[in-house]
């Protein structure tokens, strides 16, 4: 499929915000993903936005969603070591009946 | 709850030989997947399957089969491997409907290693 696009790595210090960003492809895409994905372990959903609402919060959690742009953004405040993870952007894949397409993901190491 | 279970967690095996990966999930999800995922090219969709008894293909297919007999178990089969077949390789659920966001749950991933 095409390609979601992702920074392939951020590194902040405790503390501090964390802004991930991703382009995506699909206009038609109902939601738009982020999930993250910790060490020797499966992606877990970590949030997700409806395709018509333009930011959306939850707890240290903003997504914005940009429409016009196909752009998408995950910011985390008060970054902490555990959050320490790849972050990987997904959409749907059209005719592909439930599946997302997913970005190759974003590193992000939080030092001390 | 398990969730989903897949097995074998790693595997090693000679370039040419038969592989079956197996993936069974206990939500009663319609729709279940397998990816792989590769160093620097993230994951990339194989086959799914949006109910049980039909499947379709992914991004790459080639060189894998799968089934969907049950609404529960969806197999990955390499019928020769090869080593470009080298990866992690994930299988996952949905709710597979329309009034679903669309979350998909992940298994914790099967190590296959073909030399």
């Known amino acids: 499929g095409e390609d979601v696009e992702q920074s392939l790595f951020l590194s902040v210090r405790e503390g501090d915000s964390s802004v991930i960003n991703c382009t995506y492809t699909?206009?038609?895409?109902?939601?738009l993903y982020w999930y993250k994905q910790e060490p020797g372990a499966g992606l877990q959903l970590l949030t997700y936005?409806?395709?018509?609402?333009d930011m959306k919060q939850d707890q240290r959690l903003t997504v914005l969603l940009n429409k016009k742009d196909k752009h998408l953004s995950l910011r985390i405040a008060d970054t902490q070591t555990g959050d320490s993870a790849i972050y990987f952007c997904a959409e749907s894949i059209p005719n592909s009946g439930y599946a997302l397409n997913f970005g190759k993901g974003t590193s992000l190491l939080v030092t001390p | 709850i398990a969730g989903i279970t897949q097995a074998p967690t790693s595997q090693i095996l000679a370039a040419g030989r038969r592989m079956t990966l197996r993936c069974t999930q206990d939500?009663?999800?319609?729709?279940m997947y397998w990816y792989r995922q590769d160093l620097g090219l993230g994951l990339r969709l194989i086959h799914y399957s949006n109910t049980a008894g039909t499947t379709g293909k992914g991004e790459v297919p080639d060189g894998y089969s799968v089934s969907r007999a049950n609404t529960d178990d969806f197999p990955l089969t390499l019928a020769s491997a090869v080593p470009s077949q080298t990866s992690v390789y994930f299988c996952a659920s949905s709710d597979g409907t329309t009034a679903d966001t669309g979350e998909l749950f992940f298994g914790e991933g099967s190590r296959l290693t073909v030399l």
């Open positions: 939500m009663r999800h319609n729709a």
């Open positions: 699909d206009s038609s895409s109902t939601y």
């Open positions: 936005i409806f395709s018509n609402m």
